[in-house]
């Protein structure tokens, strides 16, 4: 599977942007899909993902509330909702798929990675 993300750019603290993953090669449906984010300097950390069923969702505590992950499986599109970003959501942040889950919320979890998309939150 090959995976596009996009939507990233620059945002002023307390507003809200909408990053897309686009997936083609294969249906999302067949991965357990996510999104991973890296600041400068920093580790890969994970932010949130779809089970591999898609009925459940896991987001890390850092955004929980402010994030949410959502998918079309008709457009083969993941999505997350960014709101109430703060300037320490400042990175690139990755789509990702795994052919088995990301419950652990681990990169080593991770089968295949979008390009990035850069989200700059400027205070």
């Known amino acids: 599977v090959q995976l596009q993300a996009s939507g990233g750019g620059l945002v002023q603290a307390g507003g809200s942007l909408r990053l897309s993953c686009a997936a083609s090669g294969r249906t999302i449906s067949s991965y357990a899909m996510g999104w991973f984010r890296q600041a400068p300097g920093k580790e890969r950390e994970f932010v949130a993902a779809?089970?591999?069923?898609?009925?459940?969702?896991y987001i890390a505590d850092s955004v929980k509330g402010r994030f949410t992950i959502s998918r079309d499986n008709a457009k083969n599109t993941v999505y997350l909702q960014m709101n109430s970003l703060k300037p320490e959501d400042t990175a690139v942040y990755y789509c990702?798929?795994?052919?088995?889950?990301?419950?652990?919320?681990?990169?080593?979890?991770?089968?295949?990675w979008g390009q990035g998309t850069l989200v700059t939150v400027s205070s």
């Open positions: 990702a798929a795994s052919a088995y889950t990301l419950s652990r919320r681990s990169t080593t979890e991770v089968d295949y």
């Open positions: 779809f089970s591999w069923s898609g009925d459940n969702t």
